[in-house]
C-alpha cells in the first residue's frame, strides 16, 4: 500500500486536527465537522469549517519546505541543534527518501489536498440550499487552492513526478512527469477561474485576512490568474504569462506587497510563523549566505532583509555573519504570492519579445529598492541575468531562488561552500510511495 494509503488516517488527522479545533484568525473551537459528513453531503454549517481547515493546513510545516528550498538556492543555511541533517544532507545534496525534509513536505501538501477533495465531493453531494452561484464560486476557490498545493508538491519533485489524482486513495493516480504536472494544474486553474467567473458576488464562507483584497468570486480570480501566471513562467509560456497576468492583481504603480498572504496568530490552537527565529540565536538560526551580500549592488535597500551578528556562527565549516530577518515577530503574515512577483514575471515574459517593456518593469522593482534604472544591453541574455538577480533579492527567502535557477538551467552557478557540497535538481519520491 503507497503512502498516502497508508498514510491516510494521519493526513486526515494532521488535516482534521486543524479543521475542527483551530480558527484561522482566533483558535475558535469549530466543532463536529468529520471527513464522512464533509464528503457525503456538505452543509452550509460545515463549509466554512472546511475552508478554513484547508487554509490552515496549507501553512502546516511550510517551514520545512521553505528552509530546504532556500538552502538549495544557497540563500540561507538552517542550523539546528536537534537535526544537523540541514547542515549535512540538505547542503551536500546527498538526500534520503525516509526522512523528515523528504516526507514532511509530501504529506503535509498532500493533507490539504485531500482537504480539497473531501469538500469538492461533498460540494457535489450537497442537498443544502446553496445556489448555482455559490456551488461555482465555492469550487473554484477549492480548485485553486488544491492547483497551489499541487504546484507546491511539484516544485519539490520536480521529474521525479508527483501524483495529480488522488481522491481514492484506495485506487490512486499514476505518477506524472514535469510538463504533464504543470499541464494539469494550469487546466485545475482554469476550470477554477471559470467557476469564480460565474461566482456571483459574495462567497457562502469568510476567508482569513491574508486574503483581505480577493474575498469575493472577482478578487479571487485574480489571485487565481496570479498563480497561473507563476504556473505559465515554469511551463516557458511567455504569452500565457501576460494572458494570465491581465487578469491577475499585478499592478505596475501598486504596492509591490499587496497580495495573499499565509496568516498566523498566538491564539487558541492556531499556529505561530515558523519561519521566525530571533536575532542572536545559537542553537537555532538561520544565517544568510555570504553571496548575498557580496553580490548586493550598492544602494540595494533589500540587504536590510539580513542583520549583522553578534557573533558569526560556524556550523561544520558552515559560516554565517547575518541573521535572516524576514519575519520580525512569530505572527508576520508569510507571502503566496504578491505584487512584485508578478511585476516580474511581467519583466520575464516580454524580455525576449518587448524589451522596453520588460525593463519598464524591472526598473519599478529596482527603484524601489533604492536603487537607479537598468543600464545594460536589452539582449535576452543580460535581461534575464538582471531579472534573476531582481528576483533574488526581491523574493528573498520565499523558495523561489532554487526553482528560478534550475529552470534556466543554472543550478550549476549556485555556490557551494565546502569540498563535497552540491545543489541536488529534485526531492526524491518518499520510499514508501513504491512507485
Not at 14 to 40: F, H, M, Q, R, Y
Not at 131 to 142: D, H, K, N, Q, Y
Not at 275 to 285: E, K, S
Not at 353 to 379: C, E, F, K, M, S
Request: with cysteine.
Amino acid at each position: 500500500m503507497k503512502i498516502i494509503k497508508k498514510l491516510n488516517i494521519l493526513i486526515l488527522t494532521i488535516g482534521l486536527a486543524t479543521l475542527v479545533s483551530c480558527d484561522l484568525e482566533g483558535g475558535e473551537s469549530l466543532n463536529g465537522a468529520s471527513t464522512s459528513s464533509i464528503s457525503d453531503d456538505l452543509s452550509r454549517g460545515e463549509l466554512p469549517q472546511a475552508v478554513t481547515g484547508i487554509l490552515s493546513d496549507m501553512r502546516d510545516r511550510l517551514n520545512t519546505q521553505v528552509d530546504v528550498q532556500s538552502i538549495f538556492g544557497r540563500e540561507y543555511y538552517y542550523f539546528t541543534s536537534s537535526d544537523p541533517r540541514f547542515e549535512g544532507d540538505v547542503v551536500t545534496g546527498n538526500l534520503d527518501d525516509n526522512t523528515f525534509y523528504t516526507t514532511t513536505p509530501w504529506a503535509t501538501r498532500y493533507a490539504a489536498i485531500k482537504e480539497a477533495n473531501l469538500a469538492l465531493q461533498g460540494l457535489a453531494n450537497t442537498t443544502s440550499d446553496f445556489s448555482t452561484e455559490e456551488i461555482a464560486a465555492t469550487r473554484g476557490v477549492l480548485n485553486t487552492l488544491k492547483a497551489h498545493e499541487l504546484l507546491m508538491v511539484s516544485n519539490n519533485q520536480f521529474t521525479n513526478g508527483i501524483r495529480i489524482d488522488v481522491v481514492d486513495p484506495d485506487n490512486l493516480g499514476p505518477f506524472v512527469g514535469y510538463t504533464e504536472a504543470l499541464t494539469a494544474i494550469a487546466d485545475l486553474l482554469s476550470s477554477a477561474a471559470t467557476d469564480l467567473a460565474s461566482g456571483g458576488s459574495s462567497f457562502p464562507f469568510s476567508l482569513s485576512s491574508g486574503y483581505a483584497d480577493f474575498d469575493t468570486p472577482a478578487g479571487f480570480l485574480q489571485f487565481n490568474r496570479a498563480l497561473a501566471a507563476r504556473v505559465e513562467a515554469y511551463r516557458g509560456n511567455s504569452a500565457s504569462v501576460l494572458t494570465a497576468l491581465a487578469g491577475s492583481f499585478m499592478d505596475m504603480g501598486g504596492d509591490l506587497k499587496t497580495g495573499v498572504y499565509h496568516t498566523f496568530s498566538l491564539a487558541g490552537a492556531d499556529l505561530a510563523n515558523p519561519l521566525f527565529i530571533a536575532l542572536n540565536q545559537t542553537a537555532n538560526v538561520r544565517v544568510a549566505h555570504a553571496s548575498f551580500l557580496a553580490d548586493a549592488e550598492a544602494g540595494d535597500n533589500r540587504i536590510s532583509k539580513v542583520v549583522l551578528r553578534d557573533d558569526p556562527v560556524d556550523a561544520s565549516g558552515l559560516i554565517g555573519t547575518h541573521d535572516v530577518w524576514i519575519y520580525q515577530s512569530n505572527v508576520d503574515n508569510v507571502p503566496i504570492i504578491r505584487n512584485e512577483e508578478l511585476i516580474l514575471l511581467y519583466a520575464e515574459a516580454n524580455m525576449a519579445t518587448n524589451p522596453g517593456d520588460a525593463v519598464t518593469a524591472i526598473n519599478i522593482v529596482r527603484n524601489a529598492a533604492g536603487l537607479g534604472d537598468y543600464g545594460g544591453a536589452q539582449t535576452p541574455a543580460a535581461l534575464e541575468d538582471e531579472i534573476l538577480k531582481q528576483r533574488r533579492y526581491a523574493l528573498y527567502g520565499e523558495s523561489h531562488r532554487w526553482i528560478d535557477m534550475r529552470r534556466f538551467d543554472r543550478i550549476s552557478e549556485l555556490p557551494n561552500d565546502r569540498a563535497g557540497d552540491a545543489v541536488p535538481s529534485t526531492v526524491p519520491i518518499p520510499n514508501n510511495e513504491n512507485q
